[in-house]
C-alpha cells in the first residue's frame, strides 16, 4: 500500500519528543497535597525549618498498632519502620528535580531482662549484623516508645546552598513500617494481612521557616 504524498512525514525524534512534552504538562497538573495512606494512618503534621548548618523537617504520624502486631512485639520480635523525606524544585518546561532527600530508619523491640521497649534509630537501615552508629533510646511502656516513633524531629536535608532558600518547597514524606525486615516466616504470613499495612504518604508545599 503506498502512503498518502499529502500526509507530511514526522520523524520518530519529533513523536518521541512530542510525547515527553506532553507527559510533562500532565504530570504539572497534578494536584499537590495530596494524602495517600493506609487506613487509620496519617501524617498529621509538617513543619520545614531552615537553620545556620542546614534545612531540616519534623513530621508528626498518627497511627494503632493493630493486635496481631502488638502481639508479635510482646515475643520479642522487633519491628522496624522507615520515615523518609524529599525536597523538589519546581520547572515550568519539565517535570521537577529533587534537591533533597533524607532517611530516618528506627527498629523497635521489647527487652525481656529489662522489661523496658528500645528504640534504635539511624540514617541508615539498621540490620541484625549490628546496630552501627544508631542513637539508642529506652522506654518504660510501649506507648511512650511509640510517641518516640511517630515523631520525627529534625530530619536533616541538606545544606542550605543546596536546596535553596525559596520561601516555599515542595516536599514528600512517607512513613511505614518495613516489613521486609522481618524473620523470613512473617514475611510470609505477612501477605495479604491488611493489619501489617501501615504506611502513610503526603505531598504538600511547606514555607521554609526560620529556627527560632
Known amino acids: 500500500m503506498k502512503s498518502n504524498p499529502a500526509e507530511p512525514h514526522r520523524p520518530a525524534w519529533a513523536i518521541r519528543a512530542l510525547t515527553l512534552v506532553l507527559l510533562a504538562c500532565l504530570f504539572s497538573w497534578l494536584p499537590r497535597g495530596a494524602h495517600a495512606n493506609t487506613p487509620n494512618t ?73 522489661r523496658r521497649w528500645r528504640l534504635n534509630v539511624s540514617p541508615v537501615p539498621i540490620t541484625n549484623a549490628g546496630f552501627g552508629a544508631s542513637v539508642v533510646q529506652n522506654f518504660d511502656s510501649l506507648e511512650d516508645a511509640l510517641e518516640a516513633v511517630k515523631r520525627v524531629g529534625r530530619l536533616r536535608l541538606g545544606d542550605v546552598a543546596e536546596i535553596g532558600d525559596d520561601p516555599v518547597q515542595s516536599v514528600v514524606f512517607r512513613f511505614r513500617l518495613d516489613t521486609t525486615q522481618l524473620p523470613r516466616p512473617f514475611q510470609i504470613g505477612v501477605v495479604g494481612q491488611s493489619d501489617w499495612n501501615i504506611a502513610a504518604e503526603r505531598s504538600v508545599k511547606l514555607p521554609l521557616e526560620k529556627i527560632r
Not at 73 to 102: C, H, N, P, S
Open 42 to 114: 496519617e501524617v498529621t503534621q509538617l513543619k520545614l525549618e531552615r537553620g545556620d548548618d542546614g534545612v531540616y523537617l519534623t513530621a508528626q504520624v498518627q497511627f494503632a498498632l493493630p493486635p496481631l502486631v502488638e502481639d508479635v512485639l510482646d515475643k520479642g520480635i522487633a519491628l522496624y519502620f522507615v520515615a523518609e523525606a524529599e525536597i523538589y524544585r519546581e520547572r515550568w518546561y519539565w517535570m521537577d528535580t529533587k534537591v533533597a532527600q533524607a532517611a530516618r530508619h528506627m527498629r523497635l523491640a521489647y527487652q525481656p531482662l529489662t
